[in-house]
Each structure stands twice: as C-alpha cells, then as structure tokens.
C-alpha cells in the first residue's frame, strides 16, 4: 500500500499522560498536514510541513501539542499531559505541493479516560 | 479567517433521485475549492476539486459542482445516485496561496435507500 499511513490506529490513554502518534506520508510527498477531527464536525486544521520544516501552526495547537518531520519524511505528533477534550481523530495528509490533492490517512483514534 | 458552511446535515435519498449539497464560503479572496467522500470505514478521498477555468468541475463516481464566485458557493450535483453513494461528505476551502492547509464544512451525512 503506497497511501499515507497512520500509526497507532486507536489510542486509549489516562488523562495526563503523554502520547505520540506516528504519520507516513506518501514516498516523494514535500506536505505533510495534520487535521483534528471531533464527532460531528469537519477536520480542523493542525499544523503543516514543507519537507522537514514546520511553517504553520494552529492555535488550536497549545504548548502540549508538538509535531515534527525530521529528516522531511515521517512526521510524529505529540500530546503532552492528555486532557478529556484531546478525544478526537487525528488526521495526517500529504501532497506534491500547495497545489496539489492532499491524500488523507486512515486517522488516529484518540480516547482520553 | 475563511469558513464553510455545508447546510444540510443529513440527506437521505432514494436510488436514482437526483443530488445536490449546498456549500458556502466565506472569503473575498481567491480560493480553490474541494468535495471530499468518506465511505463507512475508509479514509477521506478527494472528489473533485476547482482552481481555476470552467466554473463547472467534473469529477470521480459521476459527481460533479459548480462554483458560483457571486453567491461564494459550491454545490455539489450527482443526477442519479446510486446506494453505494452512502457516505459522508465534506466540503473545503483553502487560500489561494502557498500554504495549501483547507478550512472543511462539518459534512453532509448522503444515506441512499435501495
């Protein structure tokens, strides 16, 4: 399968702790975006990254939220101290270019207990 | 900052009806414009997409959407749809400019009735 992938799938964790998750982006691909969606509602956008560089960051990203790209393939995104309203999916995709189809992972499931 | 509003929630359809999901914007500038589908279980795929040139785009599945710079809008049109069109879809927006990110309408949840 050459999409974007996403890793883990499903995340289930304690409030407070901290989590990672793991995005594969399309071989080639320089964009990499991360959305955030809660039930009900269309993705809200993250942050992006213009091979390893980050150039947009979201204010809905908070200083728990951290996301990198080193090396400008596989990107990780992390949340600190996990609060009950970080329950969302996490969405990663990644494109050619600005211009270009952005091509959507399957998503992380996050669920803070 | 830029918004999409998508004004049904929840559209349900017989086989062979006819289709059409609103879509606004809200942003002066010059925008590219997307309808995304996520089936039961699958990621979100594009449909089709609008940068520029013939304001009526045609894209995968028969779907196509006509942008209408007057009325900020993008309607999606399918002239038949078919059960297997059960699905979510989305509506996005992003600036005409380098950064790509896109603003989504919170979905339009299609369900067909064989």
């Known amino acids: 399968d050459t999409g974007v992938s996403q890793d883990p799938r499903h995340k289930i964790t304690k409030r407070g702790q901290n989590v990672t998750f793991r995005c594969d982006p399309i071989s080639e691909h320089n964009r990499l975006y991360w959305y955030r969606q809660t039930l009900g509602q269309g993705p809200e956008f993250l942050t992006y990254f213009q091979n390893e560089a980050q150039l947009e960051k979201s204010r809905l990203l908070s200083d728990r939220f951290s996301a990198e790209r080193p090396k400008g393939s596989f990107s990780t995104l992390e949340i600190q101290r996990t609060e009950q309203g970080d329950s969302a999916m996490y969405l990663c995709?990644?494109?050619?270019?600005?211009?270009?189809?952005?091509?959507f992972g399957p998503g992380t499931r996050l669920l803070v207990l | 900052a830029q918004s999409v509003s998508q004004h049904n929630h929840h559209v349900i359809l017989s086989e062979a009806a006819s289709l059409e999901l609103g879509c606004n914007y809200s942003y002066g500038g010059t925008v590219n414009l997307f309808w995304y589908v996520q089936y039961p279980g699958q990621h979100l795929q594009l449909l089709l997409k609008y940068f520029s040139g013939d304001p009526l785009v045609k894209g995968i599945k028969g779907f196509e959407a006509e942008f209408i710079k007057s009325k900020f809008s993008f309607n999606l049109r399918k002239p038949s749809v078919q059960w297997s069109d059960t699905a979510e879809y989305f509506c996005?927006?992003?600036?005409?400019?380098?950064?790509?990110?896109?603003?989504f309408g919170d979905g339009t949840t299609l369900t067909v009735k064989p």
């Open positions: 996005a927006v992003n600036l005409n400019t380098n950064a790509g990110k896109s603003t």
């Open positions: 995709a990644s494109s050619l270019t600005a211009r270009e189809t952005q091509y």
